[in-house]
């Protein structure tokens, strides 16, 4: 069961599911780059405005799913209002974008498009992108789709990540143990 902070703004609670942070692993695979697997760390946080945080960071991995080196982090912000989603993010690539989406019916389930992409004169070539996100069996997964002025939209990246939790949230159970702890385990 997902729970609704208590302070978070009203128009976010259809993104409730987003909260967290949240770590696994994917593929990313595009002609002209290196097919690897990578690890990733995506963050959701809110400070009670209509607004929720975003921040991402992926690694490659080698065979024994060891960090090799970093590839790309973005940052961002998304807003809802009435199951239409924007998002504004910027990669440490050189690249701004706005994108537009919706909320499926009935399921946590993001369809995210790019509507602008603005890159920097050392950026690689890009031109648009989608991304869908779900919320499935308490995990979230997405895919991401992106196009180039020589590629046409292809699936690039997508992973699957398991929510960290927070010890401050299972600490509050210890209070039922015994005084010494130790019955709990016998």
């Not at 609670?13 to 942070?21: D, I, M, S, W």
């Not at 690897?36 to 799913?65: K, P």
């Not at 690539?93 to 909320?103: A, F, K, M, T």
């Not at 990540?161 to 709990?184: M, N, Q, S, T, Y």
């Amino acid at each position: 069961m997902i729970e609704i902070p208590s302070d978070l703004h009203p128009d976010l609670v259809p993104l409730v599911f987003l909260l967290g942070t949240w770590q696994g692993a994917g593929v990313a695979d595009f002609p002209g780059e290196e097919k690897c697997n990578f690890g990733q760390e995506a963050v959701f946080a809110h400070d009670g405005r209509d607004f929720l945080e975003y921040t991402s960071r992926t690694w490659q991995l080698d065979d024994e799913g060891k960090r090799v080196r970093p590839l790309e982090s973005e940052r961002g912000y998304w807003r809802v209002k009435e199951r239409k989603v924007e998002a504004v993010m910027v990669r440490d690539r050189g690249v701004v974008e706005i994108w537009y989406g919706e909320l499926a019916e009935g399921k946590p389930q993001i369809d995210l498009v790019t509507d602008a992409v603005a890159r920097t004169a050392s950026a690689g070539p890009y031109s648009g992108g989608k991304r869908l996100y779900g919320y499935v069996n308490s995990d979230l997964m997405w895919v991401g789709e992106k196009s180039t002025p020589q590629v046409p939209l292809r699936p690039y990246m997508s992973a699957h990540l398991k929510k960290v939790v927070d010890p401050k949230e299972w600490v509050a159970d210890l209070k039922d143990l015994p005084d010494d702890g130790i019955a709990f385990f016998r």
